[in-house]
Antibody, heavy 121, light 108 residues
Framework: EVQLVQSGAEVKKPGESLRISCKGSGYSFTSYWISWVRQMPGKGLEWMGRIDPSDSYTNYSPSFQGHVTISADKSISTAYLQWSSLKASDTAMYYC??????????????WGQGTLVTVSS | QSVLTQPPSASGTPGQRVTISCSGSSSNIGSNYVYWYQQLPGTAPKLLIYRNNQRPSGVPDRFSGSKSGTSASLAISGLRSEDEADYYCAAWDDSLYVFGTGTKVTVL
């Protein structure tokens, strides 16, 4: 059974750093890209960027480029999303999702349960 | 900022047919496949439609997708109470994935 299990909720102060994780199981982790999606409170879905776990190649949405870092450790089938200096506006639910399909038909077929990040002084 | 525009809300009574539109441009919907996701309250999104009109296994055939030019639509026929959720269209735009603004479907 394919599963993406994310790390637990976090409460942080502005300026602190944070790394959240997404562990894949039930499939070949290096065969599928992983994306991160943000959902701010009461708002819609925003694609942040993705990583190819086989070689750690990444591409980011311009809206998030430079504000977050996506990485992966294929030895433990885990992808990460990290911030070096959090802001209150980073408060949101963050989802990881596996990119299924192939060719020009790429979609998110499995999702993690979400990690709630709260940034407050 | 979403580049795919959806109506903020849609509603219907049980058994009715509800349609949600998704308007994009030549760089996203006009040249790529459209996907639809369902997000039930308090849960992660779930893939509902891929490749414009294909349903993953387990998705009821009450859900159907279509695309024409730079627009797409999702239809829910035989509306049921468990269909009350947020629905998002999505497409690739060059190497970026863009979601629609989202539509909240209410079952009256």
């Amino acid at each position: 059974e394919v599963q993406l299990v994310q790390s637990g909720a976090e409460v942080k102060k502005p300026g602190e750093s944070l790394r959240i994780s997404c562990k894949g199981s039930g499939y070949s982790f290096t065969s599928y890209w992983i994306s991160w999606v943000r959902q701010m409170p009461g708002k819609g879905l925003e694609w942040m960027g993705r990583i190819d776990p086989s070689d750690s190649y990444t591409n980011y949405s311009p809206s998030f480029q430079g504000h977050v870092t996506i990485s992966a450790d294929k030895s433990i089938s885990t992808a990460y999303l990290q911030w070096s200096s959090l802001k209150a506006s980073d408060t949101a639910m963050y989802y990881c999702a596996r990119q299924g399909g192939g060719g020009y038909d790429l979609y998110f077929d499995y999702w993690g349960q979400g990690t709630l990040v709260t940034v407050s002084s | 900022q979403s580049v795919l525009t959806q109506p903020p809300s849609a509603s219907g009574t049980p058994g009715q047919r509800v349609t949600i539109s998704c308007s994009g441009s030549s760089s996203n919907i006009g040249s790529n496949y459209v996907y639809w996701y369902q997000q039930l309250p308090g849960t992660a999104p779930k893939l509902l439609i891929y490749r414009n009109n294909q349903r993953p296994s387990g998705v009821p055939d009450r859900f159907s997708g279509s695309k024409s030019g730079t627009s797409a639509s999702l239809a829910i026929s035989g509306l049921r109470s468990e269909d009350e959720a947020d629905y998002y269209c999505a497409a690739w735009d060059d190497s970026l994935y863009v979601f629609g603004t989202g539509t909240k479907v209410t079952v009256l």
